[in-house]
């Protein structure tokens, strides 16, 4: 039971950004420091707890001498991989921590208990977006050490604003250290919230179809008047999270939502049509009127948003095909192993020297990101992996739940069109919210 509520806690504080720093970034911004996350001490924590479960994957892991082979080939290109990376520490900092987030990811698959940690992750993300709506209103974004947020004021260089002929406009940063890293979060969760909202209209409509026909006063029924509270709730859920989508002003959340809701609508659509008309328009239409309202509120921020018409958007559009030319030349400069994980920046700064520090940045694409920096060798050896490890893939994912299927369609879009997904801490965490989404809404059976 108490580690059901750590692994619980742990998935309410996903936003909680609060680190000690080992090793400060200096002039490599923030993608070479060297944290300990309070985060990542809780999780170290739970996967100490759950040390049998990781032993026994060791070892179902290490039962052929294939499987001996390819870890001996993956230790050898990490080893080659930090060996020709400028941030010897960053890369190596980089592989502790996906290390660590593996194992945590496993032990939540294997012993997570699922109605919960969907439950701490919709109200994680309503507390973010209550944050964000706050924030916005103010126009003003408090530093708190305990709770890892730096001050951001929109008259500042280097805050994601929005200009209009009105102003400069702060987006919502959550807790987050990016508008765009809240609106990732709030799109899993979005996704997580409505998948949850499904999963109660067909428990309620499995106890209809057993006890419901011939009852004259359904609304004394006990299941009857749970359904109502839980559909009103998580409405209410969805609204708030659509309000601090909304005012964190992603136009890549807004793609990979959109793609990530037609996924998962083909997926209900397929199991029943009919469920899915009835309750997708009440969910289009609660965000409809959202949107709608918060349009009316603020309104032409998103129409420049999207028409792209602004200083600041035409100067990130020109800088992101300049960061695709510079990522070209390094993965031709170190095509065989990269440049190291976590070291595309540091290298950048050794091929570029004496240039405005805000002017070094990954690449936008996470799938090219990972290339440079792992190279050929990193590529082909992950190939290996996969391909040998196809069965027990394809497994995984016949097994995956629509919502998982969903998020995982949200990661790939976002993935496509920023970095921070593999860049930065708080994008890593984002991949453990599939994980929880991974099987249908029940409690599983604890080993």
Known sequence: MWRQRLFVFIIFLLPWQARLFLLPAGDSLPYTSVSIYALDCLMLIA????????YAWMRACSASRR???L???????????????????????????LLLFFLFALVLVREGDGKQLRFALVISAVVQSLFAVAQFLTQTIVSSTFLGIAEQVATSSGVSVIETVSGRFLRAYGSFPHPNIL???LSLSLIATIDWYFAAYEEFQQWWNAHG???????????????????????????????????????????????????YGGNKYLQNPVRLVALGFKLGLVALLTLGAWTMLVPNLWTSRITSSSRLDTLSNVTRIAEYQEGISLFSSHPLVGVGLQNEVPA???????????????????FFLIIIEVGILG?????????????????MLSNGSASFVAAMTCLIVLGSLDHYLWS????????????????PLKRRVQS
Do not use: C
């Open 348 to 366: 950048l700064m050794l091929a570029n020297p004496g240039l405005p520090l805000l002017s070094y940045q990954p690449v936008h694409n996470i």
């Open 424 to 439: 930065l801490h708080a994008g890593l965490i984002l991949w453990l919210i599939p994980v929880l989404l991974y099987s």
């Open 213 to 263: 026909s011939g009852n004259k006063q359904l609304y004394r029924e006990p299941v009857v008047q749970k359904m109502a509270v839980v559909a009103s709730l998580l409405l209410g859920a969805m609204t708030i999270i659509l309000s601090g989508l909304y005012l964190s002003f992603s136009r890549a959340a807004v793609l990979a939502i959109v793609a990530a809701l037609l996924v």
């Open 47 to 54: 996967v100490l707890w759950s040390w049998r479960t990781v």
């Open 71 to 97: 870890a001996a080939l993956v230790g050898f290109v990490i080893a080659m991989n930090i060996a020709s990376a400028p941030d010897v520490m960053a890369a190596s900092w980089k592989v502790v921590t």
């Open 379 to 395: 590529v082909f050896v992950l190939g290996l992996a996969f391909a040998y490890y196809k069965k027990k893939v394809r497994l």
């Open 67 to 69: 499987s001996h082979l």
């Open 183 to 185: 609106a990732g979060f």
